[in-house]
């Protein structure tokens, strides 16, 4: 290699080249004093030539930052002119360039008119000001009557979404506000704390690495619904409580599940399936929905936290929450959510029907099983044993359940969260749902109460 230093030679750039100043330059005066030998002042037809150069460079360097500024906005310019241009001389769109346009039964479009639908027999139907006829997937006798439920307890904030698990149909997308009307417009599709329902998250994360089965014990101190986890830790003295996985998701345990999350599964692995499930990314593009989020957590604790449903930045949809049961019921199939089954046109002719479209694989069959075992016990023996049965102990409903509740302080809108997350019967589901309610100073109606009433009208035909 050749030493730096002597490298004294420099290229040069093809078509410059630089002069060196010399000490023999000298001004020009008005006088001619200093006029160095062999040069002398124009005169004439050359000094009127010289005066009109120098006045043209003069206006040059006048003109030049205005120029730069009309080159900086000319983009912009030419696209605005071409823009009004192609509008005023392009002909009406063609029928090809017509189909590009979004249909008139995209779910935005579909929601807008959702308020206005009437009942034609069991399902609701909806006209565009196109004269196109929108037949929903909603099942309008379900709709009603967990609207109506939600309408006569008064409930500040409500939402209900249900979905059929194999095929994406919305069955039912309601929300009611004793409080606050306008904001149940788009409740299905606002962001709200997680809690508790993070819980299948964390299983599925140990599941899909095989670090647990529905039968793992798991040793923890302190109390079962403790939300500090500093006292969570398993004492090397002994003397821990000892619980299975299964029974843990059925109590909505946390302490367990904040040890699964940091212990047992890790965080890359528990990251993994937040990603997977939807979370920080536009996973729900065909609808209105936010976002999903969970940002990673940054110690110990909080993953911890996390795990058991208790950090309260990890935010989800009602609508997201919805497809993420029906996936779980559909053996770990994600399908995109519909909410209309057929359009037709103006003459009635079909113009378009619904296609089940799969997203993505949640989790493998397998875990899906698993998790299905271990939401199972949440009606029976869990935290929604009261809404599912009588003061006798008798259950009200004669199908399998497979659920999960969640309950958080939330501040927007603020007061007490209440989840439930179910699907139904657990072999064959044809039913995934969800419901959020948010209670304020005075506890009107559980979100298990929410889902009772909705199981109970779909199952009672």
Known sequence: MQDLKHLSSKKRFFGFSFSRTSSSNRRLTASGDNVPKGMHPPTGKRRERLKHLLLFLAIVLALTPVCVLVFQKAPQAFKGAETLIRSRLAPPPSRVEAARQPPADSFETACLLLDSASTTGERLTALTTGGETVN???????????????????????????????????????????????????????????????????????????????????????????????????????????????????????????????????????????????????LLANTPAKASRAGEPQSDQGLKLMGAGLDHEVKISPLHAAVIMAAIANNGRMMSPSLTDRVLDGKGAVKETHTPRELRRLVSPETAAALTRMLSSTVTSGTSRRAFHDRQGRPRLKVDIAAKTGSIDGSDPKGHYSWFAAFAPIRQPRIALVALVINQDRWRIKAAQVGEQALEEFFRK
């Open 136 to 282: 929903y997937t909603i099942h309008a006798d379900l709709q009603k009557r967990v609207h109506d439920f939600m309408t006569r307890y008064q409930v500040p904030y409500g939402v209900f979404v249900a979905i059929e698990p194999s095929t994406g149909r919305i069955l039912a997308m309601t929300a009611h506000s004793s409080v606050d009307s306008p904001w149940a417009r788009g409740a299905c599709f606002d962001l709200y704390p997680m809690a508790s329902l993070f819980k299948i998250i964390t299983a599925s994360a140990a599941l899909e690495t095989k670090r647990i089965t529905p039968e793992t014990v798991v040793e923890f101190r302190g109390r079962p619904y403790s939300e500090n986890p500093r006292y969570w830790d398993a004492s090397p003295r002994g003397r821990n409580n000892r619980m299975d996985v299964t029974y843990a998701m059925a109590k909505s345990v946390n302490p367990v599940y904040g040890r699964v999350a940091s212990d047992i599964a890790g965080k890359a692995s528990v990251m993994e399936l937040v990603q997977r499930f939807g979370f920080n990314q536009t």
